[in-house]
């Protein structure tokens, strides 16, 4: 997942009042597809005989077959064995680094020998941040190495490294409340991200502001460099790194994250009297652009193979770890979503695309390249879901669309969907939110959707050493696969497209 | 808490049957108190009016000094300003250690600036193992930095290191059963440690077992060098060093603990049938003794000052993160408990000894200098409690006496004493298990005794980076403070000395 405050607004804050100018453009555009024919899927010949409105026509239609895509993908798929060849075979993949494209020759040859169709990549210029040596060290008023991670994007210092002493801020006000006494200071940010609650979610829009903005806002005041509490609310001395954004800063000064530990001790010592001083090294330079590509690969349509279900993750991660949970976990479900249908000879009446975007977490190069080579097409995406919050517990599925009378619609069409899928536990559709590979595509009316999972531990992992192919469990993974793999094929083959319907507005 | 086996079984295996040796000492000691005054508790006058039987009389007479003790102790203390001079003044303090000996000078100056009585250091020889520059590296089939600290008493390798084929064992019978194919490789010991449960508390026991070991039981079979998974079921890459023995080893192979991540990572690369080499470099060197100390101060009794309650901590601790909860917090609630009752002018009968320990981590030489240089005294010594399980939610004490009729006994007026505690929690007396720095006094016929605390994360800080003061919760430190206090006056002060009765045997 991606720290680009726009992104997460998206993704955490509650979404504005979607613009209405869409609101009919697909209402009909069902009709087209009534009378498709079901070539790989004999067990569904009721979907052509429904009669029964829409809001009963999916459910009865798809049941059965629902419970046969997910009765196969929890019995037998091939996620984990990728997971472990990405995670363990690859490693991590930041953006212009040799890895990202061997993950990305990786996925093409996967996605290959399973069988898929119109497997290629599609180039994407990407930005290429190379971290480097680097080390914080506390050095007055005793020496002690922090556990820190550079913050993406940010520029490097001089060998010997920025030493200077250090002032705190909790936040905006108290940074600004410092005023003149910040210049030639190394600030560090100490606002704490909330845990995670089951009512509110995670805390991670309030941890990530400084992590973005802190350097700027710093840089503004005189600052040399920026310490950042990392973005969590638990840390066995796990320092987390991410994106950073200089904006409109005149003066570009450093910025790492240091863990929750080494904040506290430093916070502390400044509130016990004592003059804090840190020495803070980053060889981090950021590069000319690198080539990369998004990963495509489809399960084709039977009757309507231009109308395009995406489906899918980011391939790159950052430079710590192994990118499990973010997000190739999300790249494997789509990719194995389509190989438990394809396996069980099942294709739908519309084309399944997985894309793997390339770049989410450093520049979202990918998610905006795709939306602008496959703009001529995005009038007949029907949906575009995006999983980017792990492989934990399934919980469903959110719509996000500009049109919000469509979006209404889709809402009730996903609970529908969703109602099939209580086998693998309390699944429900929620509205707002998607992902931010897929929000690019927004402003052209597609249908967005996030995979939605249980989340009170992908903070935990995210962008540090520890989001590793250990902390996903495999049953889980199973069953992730089994609901994208069963939302993507009622998706594709149902008779109206997601948020359309055949039956007159108002008397459903 | 240390690391050593014999001690760990101690502590964590059911005990064994006690000898009864010397089930008659102290049985009517007892009476030479029955007359004590008390000078400075003119609400405990009751207690020398008691005339019923002993188990009613303990209650009865210290229910409101209990109370007074408790309430005092979390209303105001200094313990958190003490843990935090010792985390983050000093920080982390292994045995021959400048900054063992920091800690040791700060404790002596901390126990005369409260007004304690005969601080003073005791000196003792500690072995000072420096662990230097340290790395472990995966070299095929991929490169990855692994997390990993060196092993305490490990040898270290040359500069270019140790590289070689890894072979993996999960246990005993599986490393006997490479055989030959072990020679020339790393041994990497997979066994995991069983999670926290409240029946079974942890399962260190299992875990330690190959960190302690796993070097000479590799080596005998040819081993250049031991890896351990560390000695935890929780991670976030983060690695458990601890203390490591040669035993009867010929060769002696260096041996260093890895996260349970870079574990997995190499498991599951062998298990896919991938050749996975490691370079080991490590620094590490035993160097000759150096000098340390025991650190005393006590509450003098008022009327049988030469009866000794001892109570403490161990104020080394391992040569990273702070040393937190093992064991600043068992040193700095032994200091606070006399200093609540000293600033409430209570001062019992007996004398209540603060000691902490030097060296429990890697050799335990402090525990066993104490027991050696008091020697004359342990017949007077009526308990000896430890704190070494971190400063979480108080749970108790546990008893630990080879006379098995004083430990009985002994349980049964603990029992009495907790149950004036009922504010702090469920607070339980439990038999077995004491302390690693008060055991070498149990052959004397000391009652030993164990401070508990609620038990599900200790070990997830335990010997790591992540042991630091702002895992300590004051209130809970307070509440632990409150017990020690209440728990180490009324032993001072009780008629009997603990696990003897002026009831005759049998008739209570």
Redesign the interface.
């Given at each position: 997942m991606q720290n680009q405050d726009d992104q997460i607004l998206n993704f955490m804050v509650a979404r504005k009042t979607a613009k209405m100018r869409r609101r009919f453009l697909f209402a009909f555009g069902g009709l087209l597809f009534t009378s498709a024919s079901i070539m790989f899927a004999p067990d569904l010949a009721l979907a052509n005989d429904a009669t029964s409105p829409h809001a009963v026509s999916i459910t009865k239609t798809y049941s059965a077959v629902a419970t046969r895509i997910i009765d196969a993908a929890i019995a037998d798929n091939e996620a984990m064995d990728k997971m472990?060849a990405l995670c363990?075979?690859?490693?991590h993949r930041l953006s212009g680094s040799p890895q990202l494209e061997k993950a990305i020759s990786w996925a093409v040859d996967a996605m290959k020998a399973d069988g898929q169709q119109h497997v290629h990549a599609e180039p994407v210029m990407v930005p290429r941040w190379v971290r480097g040596q680097e080390s914080a060290t506390m050095i007055a008023?005793?020496k002690?190495p922090l556990?820190m991670l550079g913050l993406g994007g940010s520029v490097g210092t001089s060998e010997k490294g920025i030493t200077a002493k250090v002032v705190v801020a909790d936040d905006e006000d108290a940074l600004n409340a410092l005023g003149d006494s910040v210049k030639g200071k190394i600030v560090l940010f100490n606002q704490a991200m909330p845990p995670y609650t089951v009512e509110h979610g995670s805390g991670y829009g309030t941890g990530v502001y400084f992590r973005t903005h802190g350097s700027r806002l710093a840089s503004k005041l005189g600052a040399v460099a920026v310490l950042v509490r990392s973005a969590t609310a638990?840390?066995?001395?796990?320092p987390h790194t991410g994106a950073m954004r200089y904006g409109d800063a005149e003066v570009k000064i450093p910025a790492a994250a240091i863990s929750?530990?080494d904040t506290?001790?430093i916070v502390?010592?400044v509130k016990?009297g004592e003059t804090v001083s840190v020495n803070l090294k980053m060889a981090a330079k950021n590069h000319p652009d690198a080539e990369s590509a998004n990963v495509i690969g489809e399960l084709v349509g039977s009757t309507n193979p231009d109308e395009i279900v995406v489906i899918g993750g980011h391939i790159d991660s950052w430079d710590v770890?192994q990118g499990a949970h973010d997000d190739g976990a999300g790249c494997v479900m789509a990719m194995e979503a389509i190989n438990v249908l394809r396996k069980l000879n099942l294709r739908p009446r519309r084309t399944i695309r997985v894309v793997l975007w390339t770049n989410e977490e450093n520049g979202l190069a990918g998610g905006k390249a795709y939306a602008k080579q496959h703009a001529a097409e995005l009038s007949h995406h029907v949906a575009a879901i995006e999983s980017d919050s792990g492989a934990f517990a399934p919980r469903g599925y959110s719509v996000d669309c500009e049109d919000e009378a469509r979006e209404t619609v889709a809402a009730d069409q996903l609970k529908e969907i969703i109602s099939l899928m209580q086998s693998l536990g309390e699944l429900k559709a929620t509205v707002g939110g998607s992902g931010a590979d897929v929000s690019p595509m927004k402003s052209a009316g597609v249908v967005l959707m996030g995979h939605r999972v249980e989340g009170s531990t992908y903070f935990?992992?995210h962008h540090?050493?520890?989001d590793?192919?250990?902390k996903v469990d495999p049953k889980l993974l199973s069953q992730n696969v089994a609901a994208m793999a069963t939302m993507a094929y009622i998706l594709a083959d149902m008779p109206d497209p997601l948020g359309t319907t055949t039956t007159p507005m108002g008397t459903d």
């Open positions: 472990e363990l075979g690859i490693g008023p005793r002690e556990a638990k840390s066995l001395r796990s929750l530990e506290n001790l502390r010592l016990r770890g935990d992992y540090t050493l520890a590793t192919v250990d």
